[in-house]
């Protein structure tokens, strides 16, 4: 391992271009946050890209720009290891929130998502359910506009764990889809308030 | 010897074939002066090279019976020049000027850094509700002439299909129409030929020419596909 | 006088001169550099390149873009037309200096200023342009597209300034050729290379505006937001293209004519001959660069203009050839009947000939439209530019260097080196090149920075000529060395030079070596043209042109 040192560092340099030098993302690119998520997920969703599972839908056109990224670092199985650990080990960007929604409402409609994201939205890995608190909130939005279409776990093949979120995904109207991304927002400024321990 | 380029790259489109004869023309009218000057400036080099005592001679190169070894060869040049012209602007006409009647049409749309193509679909028309968007994968049938569609949604992008010898920047704001008939199965690879930013290097595509069977074979499984969403 | 009076503030052409002429070789390594970087990456990609480290697509494209750019404005350009403009123009008419001195060290400083910014822009936040030295809107003139939102601009600015660099250079090159000249200097008593320097000034002032409205106009539409390139507020990005070409094309034969005039000065006196037909020469490379005006679409046939159009500049592109073969035919025709002595300047201009001929038969290929459908933007476009560029700015400049060097400095440089250097940069430069017309006739497209997406392209065969072609590269850097070691040694402590080691004709070698502030002790009177060697009834086969019958 000790001439792989660094390399999760050297190969994240193709990602900062759109994901910023931290992770931190830019919206107007359409590459969401990605600093400190879960190195299983990052590693899932690289795989997802480069495989065809995300990215290759045509009304999916952030993941288009995403999919031959992800193919270049899949050429060499060591960089997608690497820059998953990587990026996991970034510090978790503070985000200002973007999205207006009713977080009352939300929270609502966040006991369904409780199950597999946990009560914080902290995530699960045997459920393979990411952390959602702390994300970019537009992005979540997106997703959830996208699984809802099918653009994004549409076909259960290619995706099974995409395609086990669409029909939660599908429940929500878009008004519901911002209370519910507003809640996820507000669980996430209590966490930070909350004096560690 | 005239399909040499089809050693390096197979020639899978009717034009492919048209344009590889022309580099041919080109390669063998260009490297027959190309080995003249080559071979007459060697052949100086090595019987003119200083020897003791041989005193280089004068010569102003203005006078009629020496300018004719430039002019001569001038004039052929040109004569050879013409005939490049001639078969240029003949292959160029049918490739890019003439537009054959399409058995179908397809769209192709490049963004940063991924391909689109809308095909027809089982009706043959474009902007039907059974229209197949794929990304990435594009798929014609052989033997049968395709109008292309070429839009972009960002920057300058360039469909290019090397088997077909077949290339056209996309320009923002416009579409380009042109065409191509494939003559041979098989997957090859689209590229991008113009500068379009970071992504420009991996910005891939891959082009199945299948036979129609194979071609309703897929079309099937993509309308279940688009029936499920 | 001060080393600062002397050395940087001068308004001594000659030091201006070997100011450009260090500044532009300074840039061409770093430019070589470059692509040693980039060959690395296609010959081993994702692997770490020695000296550098990993290549990512971004920085990939910063390096291919900015070499292309490096190597044309501020190697190519530097060193061929100012350089050897400035030191020789004066010389070779027998004048003291420039007629405008103080515009030539303005010159170089805005020249040298824009080098600096364009060196800047590689450490700036996103890194270096990497939109192609072409830099084609809309990718070029939106942040969002091409996510190097400082780089851009920096490399715009320092690529106009450049052009600004020139055009005092070449106001004072015209009319220093001119007025200047010495007493009983006719005008075709003028040793080709100034001709040629001339003339390709004057291509490079016709056909620079345009591009410098256009890179005033990119700039807004960077920085200010204006729309000149972006169809969704009525404009058009392919006038940019246009502006570029216009510029673009005659360009080329800007940086090739005073390459041809060094190597005829060079051929005439290491085969002691008459340079065959001057007059021909002449009047070919005025057709040349009169018909240079005619051509610049060939580069923008299947970049959406009219498809009639591009009839009209086969034609053009085509006949270019007839001028061009004339001239070279010319060039070989002077070798019949001569005395050869194989100095390494004549090497390389013997190299040049040879090299170049390469360079314009393939060009053919690339002008007639139909065939350029398949070739546009493939390495066979690169091999064929780099088999012009290369002799033009590389192989004839080390001709010229290896010719008036004894000039420069007093000192002769090395010949045993200086022939292994010959051969160490010939034989690379063709096992880089030759391979990458093959590759490129086998569809590998430029500026694609890893073919492992591309399955029909990343087979074994192809990759092997990519490493030749790589490996070839870093043996010719390696060779240059040699190169930089003689140069700088011989400098200090070459075998010294008298006023005329070569035995040539021109008025540069009448002056002292290296000439003093002012150059002549006695200006010198003109009684003849510059290459009257081997003439019948003279004891000696030369016959310089200051000397009285």
Redesign the interface.
């Known amino acids: 391992m000790s001439q792989d040192e660094g390399r999760g560092e050297?190969?994240y340099?193709?990602c900062t271009?759109?994901h910023g030098e931290q992770g931190e993302g830019r919206q107007?690119?359409a590459s969401p946050s990605i600093a400190g998520l879960p190195e299983w997920y990052l590693k899932a969703q690289l795989t997802k890209f480069s495989e065809?599972a995300r990215?290759?839908?045509?009304q999916d056109?952030g993941g288009?720009?995403m999919?031959?990224?992800a193919?270049?670092l899949f050429?060499?199985q060591n960089?997608i290891d690497a820059v998953s650990k990587y990026v996991a080990g970034l510090p978790r960007p503070q985000l200002q929130p973007t999205v207006k929604g009713r977080p009352i409402k939300g929270q609502a409609t966040f006991q369904v998502c409780v199950s597999c994201h946990g009560e914080n939205a902290q995530g699960n890995q045997a459920l393979n359910a990411p952390p959602l608190a702390g994300a970019s909130d537009w992005y979540l939005v997106t997703q959830l506009k996208n699984f809802k279409?099918?653009i994004r776990g549409?076909?259960p093949v290619k995706d099974p764990t995409g395609a086990s979120m669409r029909p939660m995904a599908t429940a929500l109207s878009p008004k519901a889809m911002a209370d519910v991304v507003s809640y996820i927002n507000l669980l996430h400024q209590k966490q930070q308030q909350q004096p560690k321990q | 010897m005239l399909d040499f380029m089809s050693l390096l790259r197979e020639s899978a489109s009717t034009f492919a074939r048209d344009i590889d004869h022309l580099i041919a023309w080109v390669a063998i009218l260009g490297g027959f002066w190309w080995l003249i000057a080559e071979g007459v400036l060697v052949w100086l080099i090595v019987k003119f090279r200083h020897k003791e005592g041989v005193r280089a001679q004068y010569i102003t190169g203005e006078k009629k019976e020496e300018m004719k070894w430039i002019h001569w060869p001038h004039n052929l040049i040109l004569l050879c020049d013409v005939a490049i012209i001639i078969m240029a602007i003949n292959v160029w006409y049918n490739v890019k000027q003439k537009l054959p009647p399409a058995d179908d049409t397809i769209r192709v749309i490049g963004q940063q850094w991924s391909w689109r193509f809308v095909h027809s679909g089982k009706d043959g028309i474009l902007g039907t509700p059974d229209d197949v968007e794929t990304v990435e994968d594009l798929h014609v049938q052989v033997g049968k002439t395709y109008h292309f569609k070429l839009e972009t949604t960002d920057v300058l992008h360039n469909f290019s299909v090397p088997v077909f010898r077949l290339k056209q920047d996309s320009i923002p704001g416009r579409v380009i129409t042109g065409w191509f008939k494939p003559t041979m199965t098989g997957t090859f690879d689209i590229q991008c030929a113009e500068m379009c930013g970071i992504g420009h290097g991996i910005m891939m595509g891959r082009i199945h020419v299948q036979t129609p069977e194979e071609y309703d074979q897929w079309l099937s499984t993509q309308q279940k596909v688009a029936q499920s969403h | 006088m001060s080393f600062w009076q002397k050395y940087v503030f001068s308004v001594d052409h000659k030091v201006i001169g070997m100011q450009y002429l260090l500044t532009g070789i300074l840039m061409g390594v770093i430019g070589a550099y470059m692509s040693y970087v980039f060959r690395m990456q296609l010959a081993f990609p994702g692997k770490e390149v020695p000296f550098f480290g990993l290549v990512t697509a971004a920085e990939y494209n910063a390096l291919i873009t900015n070499h292309g750019s490096i190597m044309i404005f501020w190697f190519a350009m530097p060193v061929l037309i100012a350089a050897f403009g400035n030191f020789l123009i004066p010389l070779m008419i027998g004048a003291d200096d420039m007629v405008f001195p103080r515009i030539n060290r303005l010159s170089y400083q805005i020249f040298l200023l824009s080098a600096v910014i364009l060196i800047v822009s590689f450490f700036v936040p996103g890194g270096g342009f990497g939109g192609a030295w072409t830099a084609y809107p809309p990718l070029s003139a939106k942040a969002e597209y091409n996510l190097t939102p400082w780089g851009s601009s920096l490399w715009l600015l320092a690529v106009a300034l450049e052009f600004v660099a020139f055009l005092l250079g070449g106001i004072n090159f015209i009319t220093t050729l001119m007025n200047s000249r010495a007493k009983g200097m006719k005008y075709l008593d003028i040793p080709i290379v100034l001709w040629m320097i001339v003339i390709a000034s004057i291509l490079f002032m016709a056909s620079v505006g345009p591009l410098i409205a256009g890179a005033i106009m990119l700039l807004f539409d960077q920085l200010i937001g204006t729309g000149f390139f972006d169809p969704s507020r009525g404009g058009d990005p392919v006038l940019w293209q246009h502006l570029f070409w216009f510029f673009g094309h005659p360009e080329v034969y800007v940086v090739l004519l005073p390459a041809m005039g060094i190597v005829a000065e060079v051929m005439t006196t290491f085969s002691r001959k008459k340079l065959f037909a001057y007059k021909t020469v002449l009047f070919t490379t005025i057709a040349t660069g009169v018909l240079s005006f005619f051509v610049w679409a060939h580069h923008q046939f299947i970049a959406g203009i009219d498809p009639r159009m591009a009839n009209i500049f086969t034609v053009t592109t085509v006949l270019i050839s007839i001028p061009i073969a004339e001239m070279l035919f010319v060039y070989i025709a002077t070798l019949y009947g001569g005395s050869i002595r194989f100095t390494t300047a004549m090497l390389f201009a013997l190299a040049f000939l040879a090299t170049f001929l390469i360079g314009g038969v393939t060009g053919i290929f690339l002008g007639a439209s139909g065939a350029d459908i398949y070739f546009h933007d493939t390495y066979f476009v690169i091999a064929h530019f780099h088999y012009t560029f290369v002799p033009i700015a590389v192989i004839a400049v080390f001709a010229g260097i290896y010719y008036w060097f004894p000039k420069m400095f007093g000192r002769f440089m090395n010949e045993t080196l200086g022939k292994i250097h010959f051969w160490g940069t010939f034989l690379p430069f063709n096992t880089i090149f030759l391979p990458l017309f093959f590759t490129g006739a086998a569809g590998d497209h430029r500026r694609i920075f890893t073919y492992a997406n591309f399955p029909q392209l990343a087979t074994p065969g192809l990759q092997d000529l990519r490493i030749i072609a790589t490996v070839s590269v870093v043996i010719l850097i390696c060779f240059q060395f040699l190169f930089f070691w003689n140069f700088f040694y011989s400098m200090f402590r070459g075998a010294k030079a008298g006023k005329n080691p070569w035995n040539a004709n021109t008025l540069e070698w009448v002056a002292p070596s290296p000439p003093p502030h002012g150059n002549f002790d006695v200006f010198p009177e003109v009684y003849r043209g510059p290459y009257e060697f081997s003439v019948p009834g003279r004891a000696q086969d030369f016959w310089p042109q200051n000397e009285k019958a």
């Open positions: 050297r190969a340099k193709l271009y759109c107007d690119l065809g990215g290759l839908h045509p056109l288009m720009k999919r031959p990224m193919r270049t050429a060499n960089d279409a099918g549409g076909d």
